[in-house]
T-cell receptor
Framework: GAVVSQHPSRVICKSGTSVKIECRSL??????MFWYRQFPKQSLMLMAT?????????EQGVEKDKFLINHASLTLSTLTVTSAHPEDSSFYIC???????????????FGPGTRLTVL | KQEVTQIPAALSVPEGENLVLNCSFT??????LQWFRQDPGKGLTSLLL?????REQTSGRLNASLDKSSGRSTLYIAASQPGDSATYLC?????????FGKGTMLLVSP
């Protein structure tokens, strides 16, 4: 149980286009979802925290107009990278915290990640 | 601000060796600590979760310890195998977020 999926797993896009990444909790409801970014050989860096039905909270230095987060339901959050540039190329990972009915509430369950390459 | 450091950054051992990965954190006010495994280009697999009130957790050949007062955790891998080759990440949970270390890249050679 407690499976989180991400789609797509890989995406290549041209500079200036927008890319949407989906994060879904498959068998539990997630009160909170998190978006991380990981550069090569670096640790995961938290970008933003989103709670269902409310605006996301962004970490310092993360542009909210560039990285649009929508947490429309208890099982789905989306990250849209707007007007992507090569420096946005990275590995994006989402995680979800359970409401407690079908998974632990003190644990973040991680998706498999999305590799974004901007040409 | 919480900072997590992992030592060593990389480790290469022959198959069968027992090994220890180290993790230290600056703020001891934590809820729990997790060890993850990450294969190249893949997401995270949770290995062990230690609550702040616990001292250690075991799963198969893995044993993780936590000394909250000194801000340290270790991951012990017994009888290492080539399939253990991966990057191991330590993450500390604060009130609402996780702070990750940069990881230890482990290579176990046959």
């Amino acid at each position: 149980g407690a499976v989180v999926s991400q789609h797509p797993s890989r995406v290549i896009c041209k500079s200036g286009t927008s890319v949407k990444i989906e994060c879904r909790s498959l068998d539990f409801q997630a009160t909170t979802m998190f978006w991380y970014r990981q550069f090569p050989k670096q640790s995961l860096m938290l970008m933003a925290t989103s709670n269902e039905g409310s605006k996301a909270t962004y970490e310092q230095g993360v542009e909210k107009d560039k990285f649009l987060i929508n947490h429309a339901s208890l099982t789905l959050s989306t990250l849209t990278v707007t007007s992507a540039h090569p420096e946005d190329s990275s590995f994006y990972i989402c995680s979800a915290k359970s409401t407690g009915r079908r998974a632990r509430t003190d644990t973040q369950y991680f998706g498999p990640g999305t590799r974004l390459t901007v040409l | 601000k919480q900072e997590v450091t992992q030592i060593p950054a990389a480790l290469s051992v022959p198959e069968g060796e027992n090994l220890v990965l180290n993790c230290s954190f600056t703020d001891s006010a934590i809820y729990n600590l997790q060890w993850f495994r990450q294969d190249p280009g893949k997401g995270l697999t949770s290995l062990l979760l230690i609550q702040s009130s616990q001292r250690e957790q075991t799963s198969g050949r893995l044993n993780a310890s936590l000394d909250k007062s000194s801000g340290r955790s270790t991951l012990y891998i017994a009888a290492s195998q080539p399939g253990d080759s991966a990057t191991y990440l330590c993450a500390v949970s604060g009130y609402s977020t996780l702070t990750f270390g940069k990881g230890t890249m482990l290579l176990v050679s046959p």
